[in-house]
């Protein structure tokens, strides 16, 4: 991988599958922006980073806002001129029926998983436009392809961020910019940690064919190859990382 001067925005990225990503592009010297709402979530995330020898800073920002998310990218252009690589990950559940759900669950939901890759990539795609290179990937979820009955806003959001992937392929392919999806299925994270044990689990497992949760390290790999100079031929696909739980 050429990433000794590239520079990663990862939403999310102050614990879980965020955390893991932006670990695993820092290991190939790539400096990360550690994104989070939470100040000590995405400092504790750099600090790690730069303990172990990388290059990493935290930025609080609530991804939901889209003032927010503004600013945010200004400041980042002006300090590194070009981010070269986006990972949209930052999610929130509030699941619930549809007849229970309230608007303000739903609009949580779409606006913090959806509207904020939207957001980010309006806010830090000139560059890359300019520089004729970028990397962006979209963090879905198998719950967005195939529908999971009480989370009906979750799957909404990241099966728009399927389209929005697709759609935002084709703009930017001439430009050398791939843009990607990855559909995590059940990874043992904060937001899954009630799922994975007991006669839950053990249901669940039971329709993973590699039988077992996955952890986040196996979506990091997956993105980090995605944002490398290796998947130079490979854009607006979606890939599930679930154990073989969707195919």
Not at 47 to 54: E, F, L, T, V
Not at 129 to 148: H, Y
Not at 199 to 217: D, H, N, Q, V, Y
Request: net charge neutral; glycine share 10%.
């Amino acid at each position: 991988m050429t990433s000794e001067t590239r520079t990663a925005v990862v939403t999310g990225a102050g614990r879980g599958i965020g955390r893991a990503i932006a670990e695993g592009l820092a290991a190939r010297g790539i400096t990360v922006v550690c994104v989070s709402k939470n100040p000590e979530s995405c400092s504790a995330a750099a600090d790690a980073i730069k303990a172990s020898g990388g290059n990493a800073r935290a930025l609080a920002v609530d991804v939901s806002s889209g003032a927010e998310v503004a600013k945010a990218c200004t400041g980042l252009i002006e300090e590194f001129r070009t981010i070269d690589i986006l990972v949209n990950n930052a999610g929130i559940t509030r699941d619930g029926l549809l007849l229970r759900m309230s608007e303000d669950d739903w609009n949580s939901v779409i606006q913090t998983n959806l509207s904020s890759c939207f957001f980010w990539m309006k806010g830090l795609i000139q560059p890359m436009v300019r520089k004729r290179w970028g990397r962006i990937v979209n963090i879905a979820s198998v719950s967005g392809i195939t529908g999971l009955p009480g989370q009906i806003n979750y799957s909404a959001a990241k099966a728009g961020m399927i389209g929005l992937t697709k759609a935002a392929a084709k703009e930017f392919a001439s430009r050398t910019i791939t843009v990607n999806a990855v559909a995590p299925g059940f990874i043992k994270t904060d937001m899954t940690s009630s799922m994975s044990e007991g006669e839950t689990a053990k249901e669940i497992i039971s329709r993973i064919p590699l039988k077992r949760f996955g952890e986040a390290g196996d979506v990091a790999s997956l993105v980090t190859y995605l944002c490398s100079d290796e998947a130079a031929y490979i854009t607006g696909q979606v890939f599930t990382v679930d154990g073989g739980m969707v195919m």
